[in-house]
């Protein structure tokens, strides 16, 4: 059973940093392109970084670039987002994704088939 949970979202000013996490379970991620999304209200859902594991460069929305970084624990089958230098227009909440691949990654959120439950990011000015 494929399982996706994040962790790690709260309440920050502008200018601080949060990490998230989203543990993985239930498929070899290093097969999927994975992907980290938000949704601010009254918005559609929106790529910030995907990237296939397996190799290749990860896509960044322009955003959040020079911001925002990925990293994984191999070992516990973890994923990070490292957010840095927030603003208030990151609020949002925040989904881990993952969708089978054999490379290509989109960024369309409709072609991801695994969801987390998500976590909140909040930034105050």
């Known amino acids: 059973q494929v399982q996706l949970v994040e962790s790690g979202g709260g309440s920050v000013q502008t200018g601080g940093s949060l990490r998230l996490s989203c543990a993985v379970s239930?498929?070899?991620?290093?097969?999927?392109?994975m992907g980290w999304f938000r949704q601010a209200p009254g918005k559609e859902r929106e790529a910030v970084v995907t990237?296939?594991?397996?190799?290749?460069?990860?896509y960044f929305a322009d955003s959040v670039k020079g911001r925002f970084t990925i990293s994984r624990d191999s070992a516990n089958y973890t994923l990070y987002l490292q957010m840095n230098s927030l603003k208030p227009e990151d609020t949002a909440m925040y989904y881990c994704?993952?969708?089978?691949?054999?490379?290509?990654?989109?960024?369309?959120?409709?072609?991801?088939?695994?969801w987390g439950q998500g976590t909140q990011v909040t930034v105050s000015s």
């Open positions: 990237f296939y594991p397996g190799g290749g460069s990860p």
């Open positions: 239930g498929f070899t991620y290093s097969r999927h392109c």
């Open positions: 994704a993952a969708t089978p691949s054999v490379g290509y990654c989109s960024r369309n959120w409709a072609d991801f088939a695994y």
